[in-house]
Nanobody, 121 residues
Framework: QVQLVESGGGLVQTGGSMRLSCAAS??????MGWFRQAPGKAREFAGC???????RYADSVKGRFTISSDNAKNKVYLQMNSLKLEDTARYYC?????????????????WGHGTQVTVSS
């Protein structure tokens, strides 16, 4: 059974930091993405990483968020610094069997259930 399980969400104040983890099981993914969805808004791309270590970030998080992976553990991480109120959302981990990285949800085959991140003032 293929599973993606996110963890590490919670409540943080503006300017604070938080690290999200995503543990994959059941198969190996060659590209992993992080997406987020705020209430009433569409799911949006935050960042992604390929098996080869290529990275891409949304402009809204560039310079503040960092994605890393531990291929041996089949885990991917999202380090979030300098958090803003507008970063409040449910964050989803997604996995793809493609070697390319994608900034849209469509190419990702598997999704976790998400973890809530709430940034307060």
């Amino acid at each position: 059974q293929v599973q993606l399980v996110e963890s590490g969400g919670g409540l943080v104040q503006t300017g604070g930091s938080m690290r999200l983890s995503c543990a994959a099981s059941g198969r190996t993914f060659t590209a992993m993405g992080w997406f987020r969805q705020a209430p009433g808004k569409a799911r949006e791309f935050a960042g992604c990483i390929s098996w080869g270590g290529n990275l891409r970030y949304a402009d809204s998080v560039k310079g503040r968020f960092t994605i890393s992976s531990d291929n041996a553990k089949n885990k991917v991480y999202l380090q979030m610094n300098s958090l803003k109120l507008e970063d409040t959302a449910r964050y989803y981990c997604a996995g793809s069997g493609n070697y390319q990285i994608y900034t849209t949800p469509g190419p990702y085959d598997y999704w976790g259930h998400g973890t809530q991140v709430t940034v307060s003032s």
